[in-house]
């Protein structure tokens, strides 16, 4: 007799999950962690928290399986996958994957992470049979002595338009600074309180805290976080709590009309009951609002309210909501101790001969022919090698085979050391050297190859608007200049025959900040800052786009801008900073107002010591945020290229502004030139100076004419 086909139906609301809470327990109990690791917290506030997803059986509404989840944006980890016994062998494990896959895809998640114990062998089976992909082991506890396989699934990345739907510039910078390890969250008041007031959860704000001084995480606070501090502090009275509150670096400021309109879209999603909004409603959505506006990655509370609407928030806005119990159990692994081991002095960034570069793909090990296809690039005609080396040994590798006629795409890989702590700043230098180098002379096409186990090369090329067309490479296009409304044309009409994205021939920057966008025969209109994104390394200018003229000396420019004679991006035994493609200036806290996100700057090297007295690079704000001088820790200093901050501040704090596109430009702007356009002041640019549209456009025109 035929077996009846199962039929399942998915549970993902809170509602609908309590009804089988009792199951969901019982289930959990019994099987007592068989495929994975539960963190401490129980399943009824992973549910609350939307953690939990369920599959239902239909012919009995009883329970088929869970899955327990986290994770902070953009990657998820899975923590326990439980079968009801009755149904196992019917692929419900399978399914559940399936279904958590597909739900993180659809708030635009990036990868899964699995950490099994090495002694799970039908888990190990299980996760690696469903695309899970070993890339790291770390030791499990001294206890019993057994060692945890970091495992990782790619999710499947949409299509060329689909991942600037939501909040296009928002999402697509948060994936970017998480891939860098920049990852930043941002504090509400009941972590602070749970700490200075040693309250239930004092511990987890405790190892927050710990986690933020040794440079683990990057913690910040809203303005708002400070009003309502001073709002309820005795005047004229020494209060040790909000004095500690000052010390934690703030959010930068932002335009207060753009903060109030998120704020407003925020409180519809969160308290959608309330008629009208209260005092405490919109103090926290203005906490939120905040944070999303100054790109950071997550938002951490112990609201629940704000917990709960978590998923919608970070569909419609671009922000992710956690726990402090959530930020340290479903971090990524990929994301920890991204900050304390990096250093780029004493690295090489090198030609290297191809058949040193073979020796180190050997030397990576994997299955037969992992690596042919960085063999094939490695022995073909035109062929570019770069390597970092540490040591008289490589630890990572780059190639790429350049198109010697109009049409075909760069072919180009990455790989690396997976076990080596630098391994993200590695892959982000040379992917962005290659994309750099393969566009200097045109906009072009590029194919990314994709390696199993390289999950580092992958998460960052995702974050660099690569996209995935199937399981074999990535690929993206590349404007690898900055547009503006007098090459716009040249570069449109180059853009269309090197990879077949087509924009207006006419330029559209003098009157609007969004553009018609033809890929594949779909046409879009999307923000010009998507366009930046999807089509970078590239800075465009558009009429509503602020920007801000900031001086910097002749010491400083040649490591953080690349300022040589002669030898652009090439930072050979430079420090950590100018191998990263965020880097940060310092200036003093009296230039926060100027240092908006998303604005370009350019920088003016002044003539003190021999300095060209012109404006030498152009790139675009990510960051910019006041800390104290005596709490800017040495994961800090790795993005500068100073050693004294005293130098810039006569206060006790300066402004931290990271940026990132960065170019040269091609003929310089002298400051005859600036005073000609007006945008230079009678002191010759020695503080940050806002230029109007008009100026920043001629500077880039001049800058930059093809």
Not at 202 to 222: K, M, P, Y
Not at 539 to 552: C, E, M
Not at 620 to 646: C, M, P, Q, R, W
Not at 660 to 676: A, I, K
Request: proline share 5%; net charge neutral; glycine share 6%.
């Amino acid at each position: 007799m035929m077996a009846l086909k199962l039929s399942l139906s998915r549970v993902v609301e809170p509602s609908k999950l309590r009804d089988y809470f009792p199951e969901i327990l019982a289930l959990s109990k019994r099987e007592a962690n068989p495929l994975g690791f539960i963190p401490s917290g129980g399943m009824e506030t992973a549910i609350e928290n939307r953690r939990l997803l369920a599959l239902v059986d239909d012919a009995t509404d009883r329970l088929a399986g869970y899955i327990f989840f986290g994770g902070v944006f953009p990657s998820a980890k899975v923590f326990q996958i439980a079968v009801n016994p009755d149904l196992r062998r019917e692929g419900i494990g399978s399914s559940l994957l399936e279904l958590l896959a597909s739900h993180l895809e659809h708030f635009g998640y990036r990868s899964l992470v699995a950490d099994i114990r090495d002694d799970l062998d039908g888990a190990l089976a299980f996760y690696r049979a469903n695309g899970f992909t070993q890339v790291s082991t770390r030791e499990g506890g001294a206890t019993r002595g057994r060692t945890i396989l970091t495992h990782v699934k790619e999710l499947d990345t949409e299509d060329l338009f689909s991942v600037f739907d939501r909040q296009d510039f928002l999402v697509s910078q948060i994936h970017e600074l998480a891939s860098r390890g920049e990852a930043k969250f941002s504090l509400d008041l009941n972590v602070y309180f749970d700490l200075t007031k040693r309250r239930e959860h004092a511990g987890q704000a405790e190892e927050l805290f710990r986690a933020a001084l040794a440079g683990t995480i990057r913690v910040s606070v809203a303005d708002e976080f400070v009003r309502e501090l001073r709002k309820n502090s005795k005047a004229n009275h020494c209060d040790p709590i909000l004095n500690l509150a000052l010390c934690i670096p703030k959010l930068p400021r932002v335009d207060e009309v753009e903060l109030k309109e998120i704020r407003s879209k925020i409180h519809r999603l969160v308290f959608p009951h309330l008629l009208s909004p209260t005092p405490q409603s919109l103090s926290d959505c203005a906490h939120l609002a905040h944070a999303a506006l100054a790109r950071s990655t997550a938002f951490v509370t112990r609201d629940g309210t704000l917990l709960e609407a978590s998923p919608l928030v970070l569909k419609e806005i671009g922000l992710e909501i956690v726990s402090p119990q959530e930020l340290f159990a479903l971090l990524p692994s990929e994301l920890h101790g991204v900050a304390g081991e990096l250093s780029g002095q004493g690295f090489r960034i090198q030609v290297c001969d191809v058949s040193d570069a073979k020796r180190f793909v050997s030397e990576l090990g994997g299955r037969l022919n992992l690596y042919d296809p960085i063999i094939r690039l490695l022995e073909t005609d035109h062929s570019i090698v770069r390597s970092v080396e540490l040591g008289g040994r490589i630890e990572a590798l780059a190639v790429a085979s350049m198109p010697q006629q109009l049409g075909p795409r760069a072919e180009m890989a990455v790989v690396c050391r997976p076990e080596n702590p630098s391994r993200r700043l590695f892959v982000d230098h040379l992917l962005d050297l290659l994309l750099r180098i393969s566009s200097q002379t045109s906009p072009t096409a590029v194919r990314l190859q994709k390696i199993p186990g390289q999950s580092v090369v992958n998460e960052v090329a995702r974050a660099r608007g690569f996209i995935q067309p199937d399981a074999t490479c990535f690929e993206k296009s590349v404007i690898g200049k900055p547009l503006h409304p007098a090459n716009w044309t040249g570069v449109a009409r180059a853009l269309s025959a090197r990879t077949g994205i087509k924009l207006p021939e006419s330029s559209p920057l003098q009157e609007r900040d969004r553009v018609s966008v033809e890929a594949n025969g779909v046409m879009r209109e999307i923000p010009l800052a998507s366009v930046e994104a999807l089509l970078g390394p590239t800075l465009i200018w558009w009429n509503s786009r602020s920007s801000v003229i900031v001086p910097i000396q002749k010491q400083y420019a040649e490591e953080l801008l690349g300022v040589r004679a002669n030898k652009a991006f090439d930072f050979i035994e430079s420090r950590d900073a100018a191998f990263r493609t965020l880097r940060g200036y310092v200036s003093s806290p009296r230039s926060a107002l100027r240092m908006e996100a998303g604005s370009l700057i350019f920088f003016y090297e002044s003539k003190k010591n021999g300095g060209a007295g012109a404006v030498l690079a152009v790139a675009k704000i990510v960051s910019a945020t006041v800390v104290k001088k005596d709490i800017v820790g040495k994961n800090e200093f790795e993005y500068l290229v100073v050693n004294d901050l005293d130098e810039f501040s006569s206060s006790a704090e300066i402004l931290m502004t990271k940026f990132d596109n960065l170019f040269q430009l091609e003929y310089p702007v002298t400051l005859r030139e600036l005073r000609r356009l007006g945008a230079a002041d009678g002191a010759n640019l020695v503080t940050a100076r806002e230029i109007d549209a008009t100026q920043s456009r001629s500077i880039l025109e001049q800058g930059f004419t093809s």
